[in-house]
């Protein structure tokens, strides 16, 4: 690719962040908030407030096409657009029209596409009465005051889900009533994580003038399994002290028909000690210090099962390493394993 090439394509590529017009043989689009919204004997209209300022009209017909990249919608249609509370990226091709909107000349753009970007599902208020505004964005819930400064993201998946899973990967391998029960087992594991806590510290951090950091998430995906059992590897994001991160990750095991959960102690047919000593001896680990200190700090939460390996992942700091993770065939910690919980080797 030639420089100027290399130029154009940053410049295609961040224009939508700064809400200008771009012009490319003869297609042409912006970016902004829809400040009005109304019906025309010519079709309906919206009126589009661009982040440079720029205001326009996007005149839209039955041949009009609705989308989006928000996971949580699906299709959408005109009324999905909401005034003040929907970002959209409006698409035409050809000369606009002059259009007179509230004693000011604008331009109208015939549109073939509105895409809609970013939407304002909801609005909190805190405990002094700050006002938040919580806008949906791709996959995720954007968690922001009205001056547009963010305190908080949450990721998403559907709409109807209010907890903070994403999962994928599994559903065709258990039954519904297995499927009921793990969203059941997750959704008591995350009771305790309390949203307007976490923006009430959030907008303490933005106060004392700190950059909040804060992001939720909790994802849930097919490990391994076999005919009977299936394990599910959770990694969960959720603010701590500061605004930092936290990422742990955790494998439980179902009953494929029930959804009946087992923890990691219930697999193996042999003690703690021998457990994590087997594990050690399959990645060839003589080291008689370091073998203490895995020995010594080994915890059932931190096995993870998968076709190939048993893996045994230390958090940050539980060792001397930053993090520490052993990766132990399969094929060696079989003998200790009972019989229905050995996952497919695939």
């Known amino acids: 690719m030639s420089f100027a090439a290399f130029i154009i394509c940053i410049v295609i590529a961040a224009a939508p962040l700064f809400g200008c017009e771009f012009n490319t043989a003869e297609k042409l689009w912006l970016y902004g908030l829809v400040v009005d919204s109304f019906d025309t004997d010519d079709g309906h209209i919206f009126i589009i407030e661009g982040q440079n300022g720029v205001v326009a009209g996007a005149l839209c017909d039955n041949e009009t096409r609705y989308d989006t990249f928000i996971s949580s919608m699906g299709v959408i249609g005109v009324d999905d657009i909401t005034v003040g509370g929907s970002y959209v990226n409006i698409y035409w091709e050809g000369d606009s029209s002059e259009y007179i909107y509230d004693g000011d000349k604008i331009e109208l753009h015939d549109v073939y596409n509105v895409n809609l970007e970013m939407r304002r599902e909801d609005i909190l208020s805190l405990s002094d009465g700050t006002t938040v505004e919580v806008w949906l964005w791709r996959r995720e819930k954007r968690y922001q ?7 908080m993201r949450e990721d998403i ?7 903070v899973h994403i999962t994928y990967g599994y559903e065709n391998l258990i039954s519904e009533r297995a499927e009921r029960a793990i969203d059941d087992f997750y959704d008591e594991r995350n009771k305790d994580f309390d949203l307007m806590a976490e923006l ?3 907008l303490a951090e933005v106060r004392a003038g700190k950059e909040s950091r804060r992001h939720v998430s909790h994802r849930k995906e097919l490990s391994s399994y076999n005919n009977d059992v299936i394990y599910l590897l959770s990694s969960y994001k959720l603010p701590y002290e500061g605004g930092e991160h936290y990422i742990g990750n955790m494998c439980d095991g179902f009953d494929r028909v029930t959804g009946e959960h087992f ?15 087997t594990m050690l001896d399959s990645i060839r680990m003589t080291d008689p210090e370091k073998r203490k200190q895995f020995i010594d700090n080994f915890e ?3 096995i993870w099962v998968t076709g190939e390996y048993i893996y045994a992942r230390y958090p940050d700091g539980v060792i001397s390493e930053s993090s520490a993770i052993i990766a132990a065939d ?3 910690m ?12 695939e």
């Open 300 to 302: 059932y939460e931190y």
């Open 330 to 332: 399969i094929d060696d």
């Open 157 to 163: 998946y559907e709409s109807d889900d209010e907890s």
């Open 334 to 345: 079989r003998p200790l394993m009972h019989d229905w919980a050995v996952p497919k080797n």
């Open 200 to 202: 009430e510290a959030a």
């Open 145 to 151: 005051l009205t001056d547009g400064t963010e305190l």
């Open 263 to 277: 923890g990691m102690a219930e697999i193996f047919d042999c003690d703690k000690e021998t457990l994590i000593c």
